[in-house]
């Protein structure tokens, strides 16, 4: 069973830059596909970014286009999330996730493995 942490998120300023990290035990990061994806309050979850288990492709939503960039070091059994010009709509909780090769991507349910999500927050 593949467990996920995420790296706590926090309290940052509009158009300030914060990273995720989401690390990965008990299987290896690079037999999957890896997502991030979040959830405002009252909102459901969507869709922010996904790589490929070989970080040939990246994949990201219209809103985070150009200013989130994810990436993964499997050698280190760990994805990131690199977050700039941060907004106050970007404010949620950031969840990554792990899908096998050939599930599509950027789809939660496609998403077998979850971390348990990390709060970001973005004042004006």
């Known amino acids: 069973q593949v467990q996920l942490v995420e790296s706590k998120g926090g309290l940052v300023q509009a158009g300030d830059s914060l990273r995720l990290s989401c690390a990965a035990s008990g299987g290896s990061l690079n037999m999957y596909n890896v997502g991030w994806f979040r959830q405002a309050p009252g909102k459901a979850r969507e869709f922010v970014a996904t790589?490929?288990?070989?970080?040939?492709?990246?994949y990201y939503a219209e809103t985070v286009k150009g200013r989130f960039t994810i990436s993964r070091d499997n050698a280190k059994n760990t994805a990131y999330l690199q977050m700039s010009s941060l907004k106050p709509e970007d404010t949620a909780v950031y969840y990554c996730a792990l899908a096998r090769r050939g599930r599509r991507l950027g789809v939660e349910n496609e998403y077998d493995y979850w971390g348990q999500g990390t709060q970001v927050t973005v004042s004006s």
């Open positions: 790589i490929t288990s070989s970080a040939s492709s990246t």
